[in-house]
């Protein structure tokens, strides 16, 4: 016979009703319940009637997440750090990439049909409007990651702006002079504030880019960091340190260094953003800047389920530090802030 509530409850230790919360993802449970609950249920194999739980409560325990540009290595860590938050709260998580046409209309139908309690987007810009106008007119809505200044739905980003300050300030400190960007369409509020970043931070230090250094490519991908910084290297006076808006860019970068026989760190210096897991191989050895993404998860998903459950307070605005992670791509020298 299939596992019950009860089972769960036994073999945890606690009440139904407490599972109950466990399942609902109800805030007040204590860290140490919850893990016991959880466990109980995967051990017995324990699936709760998605049917009757809705009925109960007129929700139906799924979370739709709206993302894109899954070839970035970043989207799928995103979602699963997502998952695992979501998990943890007893919901399940539906995935829609609206690179595919229809993925747009699906979690619109979704929303429609009652089969959804809220929505966190990790790719929204401007352009998206419709579908997020679409979408919260029927459920909560959360952003993670990029955010729109203007929505009024709770957003939780990193500061990407401190980020690109301290790569410039990197830079300026480390005495590199021939400074190149690789940056991409200005959309994403990410790409906006970390290059607004960099560029403020080159300026507080008299530093600047030369024109010809700086090259916007049209999306992001490996084989467009890599024509880009072949470009940059083959100017008469090619840069000695190039920043790279995020990982895929510098990857690409730090091949087209390699396929031109430039030794990196010695003559160029590279550096990435997101620290995605590859930044950190040893064919790469990329400098980087860390998102907390498991924070930004943590915060998106705590705010979308207080909405779900009714909380009416004031728009939040999360805004999360990053790290500068140093590694061989720029002779690993630390980097110092600035005193006050």
Request: proline share 5%.
């Amino acid at each position: 016979m299939s596992a019950t509530s009860r089972d769960v409850a036994r073999l945890a230790a606690v009440s139904q009703a407490t599972v109950s919360r466990v399942l609902a993802g109800h805030p007040g449970v204590q860290t140490e319940t919850r893990d016991r609950v959880l466990s109980a249920i995967r051990n017995l194999g324990y699936r709760p009637n998605a049917a009757a739980r809705a009925m109960r409560t007129s929700r139906t325990g799924s979370i739709g997440v709206v993302t894109a540009r899954l070839a970035n290595p970043l989207y799928p860590e995103m979602l699963q750090v997502l998952s695992r938050e979501l998990t943890r709260a007893g919901r399940h998580m539906v995935v829609w990439d609206t690179d595919d046409d229809r993925g747009g209309s699906a979690a619109v139908d979704a929303v429609r049909a009652g089969s959804i309690d809220g929505v966190i987007f990790t790719t929204a810009t401007a352009e998206t409007a419709q579908l997020y106008g679409a979408l919260t007119a029927e459920v909560p809505v959360a952003l993670m990651n990029r955010v729109v200044p203007h929505w009024g739905c709770d957003q939780v980003e990193s500061d990407n702006g401190a980020g690109g300050r301290a790569v410039g300030a990197y830079f300026a400190q480390a005495d590199r002079r021939r400074i190149g960007l690789i940056t991409g369409p200005l959309a994403p509020s990410t790409i906006r504030n970390r290059e607004d970043g960099f560029l403020s931070a080159l300026a507080e230090h008299g530093h600047g880019i030369a024109s010809g250094w700086l090259v916007r490519v049209g999306h992001f991908s490996h084989s467009t960091g890599f024509g880009a910084a072949t470009r940059l290297l083959e100017l008469a006076s090619p840069p000695d340190a190039i920043f790279c808006v995020n990982d895929v860019l510098a990857l690409g970068a730090r091949d087209a260094a390699r396929v031109r026989g430039i030794p990196v760190p010695e003559a160029l210096w590279l550096v990435g953003y997101d620290d995605i897991e590859m930044a950190s191989w040893p064919a790469f050895d990329l400098t980087t800047v860390r998102q907390p993404l498991t924070e930004m998860a943590a915060s998106a998903v705590r705010l979308l389920l207080g909405r779900i459950d009714g909380d009416s307070a004031g728009r939040e605005r999360v805004l999360l530090p990053n790290a500068l992670v140093v590694r061989g791509s720029t002779a690993r020298q630390a980097h110092e802030a600035p005193s006050d």
